[in-house]
Nanobody
Framework: QVQLVESGGGLVEAGGSLRLSCAVSGTFYNINAMGWYRQTPGKQRELVATISSDGETAYADSVKGRFTIFRDNAKNTVSLQMSSLRPEDTAVYYC???????????????WGQGTQVTVSS
């Protein structure tokens, strides 16, 4: 069982920057992929960025060149550096991890509670 806690959200003007962080704690064997998702009221949650345990990254087309995801495997943290923010980036951002409890059990999705990011015009 793992727990994810996000931090770093807030209000920023268009063109500004924010850095989100996620701390993972609890009991688990290991974690492979980690990522950030976002969701606005009445809409589906969408993938923003992912990063593997080896540091391979992938980004949604809408954030490429503006956002950077990185992780610290020793500290079990994952962060998202957001630059050149736009009003359409406004959403609740959720941290995601894919842990497993043993070498022989399947991985599952673990989610944080979310942190609000609001970008003003």
């Amino acid at each position: 069982q793992v727990q994810l806690v996000e931090s770093g959200g807030g209000l920023v003007e268009a063109g500004g920057s924010l850095r989100l962080s996620c701390a993972v704690s609890g009991t688990f064997y290991n974690i492979n992929a980690m990522g950030w998702y976002r969701q606005t009221p009445g809409k589906q949650r969408e993938l923003v960025a992912t990063i593997s345990s080896d540091g391979e990254t992938a980004y949604a087309d809408s954030v490429k060149g503006r956002f950077t995801i990185f992780r610290d495997n020793a500290k079990n943290t994952v962060s998202l550096q957001m630059s050149s923010l736009r009003p359409e980036d406004t959403a609740v951002y959720y941290c995601n991890a894919r842990p497993r409890n043993s070498k022989w059990t399947p991985r599952y999705d673990a989610w944080g509670q979310g942190t609000q990011v609001t970008v003003s015009s």
